[in-house]
């Protein structure tokens, strides 16, 4: 017997039959948690209580998946393996005035967990010195030489975002020089950490993976919580105002958003909250950047995803990798007008090419039509690009 389609749309704009998604739950349950969504929430429509029903909501959950507050969502550091450690050591260079080397990814989270860090830093008054690779001529992730530099520049302790968690023989080169280095990363780890200072990352397998959902920027919101907190403690803030970290959230959101990360529990909160404080146009890169995509509205998770993430990326994709992060911190209004305005060009660039490469892989997949197994590439193709086009390809 086929089973009553979703709001009863049995055929959609797509043409496609709309199906209850289940959570495991049998008919009896769920019919059971629709009736305890309904009883507790007594203006809530039949429809969307038995979609939530039927994925294993309960009541006590709506309120954090409808209005999630971070107070309520927010973990306290210290949970994490390392934690302690690294914010004692963060919070030790802030009280003596030591300049701190960030080297970040090229991506959108890249970007904004590296511009977190420059913008609370900089409101302590610590300089940083920020690297993002370049994707084609030192590729992803840490290496030695990029470490050094930023060494000789005058940090006095290195941290990377985004990245770092399988930089093993990098990382193992500035440990041998005497460096700290302090890894907050987000990707799967492996049995064996690379030697540092400390590693923060959720998942890493000794984590219980509670907060593995989290991407690189939503890492460093709870590693700077910790600092944060620590130089309280210590009284660093008794003749000086702290950074209001709760005003970056916007960056928080937007990564959380563009790495594509599961919108639940502690995700949904930074979202939601970070959308509030985009709204307020207070980061001058996001503002001009979101007026030059042609933003009309107030933001949401389609403009941060699809009109300001590729415009940042492709600053990665195209070859000036830093210009994301530059935008992201950048305090001069008339500075991020003209950052706004590279990376809106660039971006029209990425889509030429992408285009490009695509009309051309099409051409080279009919040719194939007959084939089981369709295989397309050509050396000239744009390696930022590439990607984008391989995962349209259908």
């Not at 008919?27 to 969307?48: C, K, S």
């Not at 990814?105 to 302590?124: E, H, P, T």
């Not at 520049?153 to 280095?181: E, F, Q």
């Not at 990425?350 to 490469?357: K, L, T």
Request: hydrophobic share 45%; aromatic share 4%.
């Amino acid at each position: 017997m086929t089973p009553d389609a979703c709001l009863g749309i049995t055929q959609s704009a797509s043409d496609a039959r709309w199906e209850h998604i289940s959570a495991s739950l049998s008919a009896h349950d769920t019919d059971r948690y629709t009736a305890g969504l309904q009883e507790h929430f007594a203006d809530m429509p039949l429809p969307i209580a038995r979609i939530l029903a039927a994925r294993g909501i309960s009541a006590s959950e709506v309120e954090t998946l409808i209005d999630p507050r971070l107070r309520d969502l927010l973990p306290d550091p210290s949970r994490f393996q390392d934690m302690d450690k690294a914010v004692a050591r963060i919070a030790d260079s802030v009280e003596a005035g030591h300049a701190i080397g960030i080297f970040g990814d090229y991506d959108v989270d890249g970007a904004s967990a590296a511009a977190l860090f420059v913008n609370i830093m900089r409101a302590m008054n610590i300089e940083t010195f920020v690297h993002i690779p370049d994707r084609f001529k030192e590729g992803y992730g840490p290496n030695a030489n990029a470490l050094i530099r930023l060494q000789e520049k005058g940090a006095s302790l290195l941290i990377t975002v985004d990245c770092g968690i399988s930089a093993h023989a990098p990382l193992a080169a500035v440990a041998d020089s005497g460096m700290d280095v302090i890894v907050i990363d987000h990707h799967i780890a492996g049995p064996e950490l690379p030697r540092a200072h400390s590693v923060i990352n959720p998942n890493r397998l000794d984590e219980d993976g509670t907060y593995g959902h989290l991407c690189a920027a939503g890492v460093c919101f709870v590693v700077l919580v910790g600092v944060l907190r620590a130089l309280r403690q210590r009284g660093f803030f008794d003749d000086q105002s702290a950074p209001d970290l709760l005003q970056q959230l916007d960056l928080v959101a937007l990564a959380t958003v563009c790495d594509v990360v599961p919108l639940k529990g502690l995700n949904r909160a930074f979202v939601s909250q970070g959308l509030k404080v985009m709204a307020k146009r207070h980061n001058h890169g996001l503002a001009r950047l979101a007026d030059v995509a042609g933003m009309n509205s107030a933001p949401n998770p389609y403009a941060l995803g699809f009109l300001i993430g590729p415009r940042i990326n492709a600053a990665g994709r195209i070859g000036v990798s830093e210009l994301g992060v530059k935008l992201l911190s950048c305090q001069r209004e008339d500075e991020a007008i003209g950052l706004a305005a590279r990376l809106d060009e660039m971006n029209k660039e990425r889509r030429s090419i992408e285009e490009d490469i695509r009309a051309h892989a099409m051409d080279r997949a009919s040719a194939q039509i007959n084939n089981h197994v369709l295989v397309v590439g050509d050396e000239d193709w744009h390696e930022g690009v590439i990607g984008i086009v391989a995962g349209r390809l259908k």
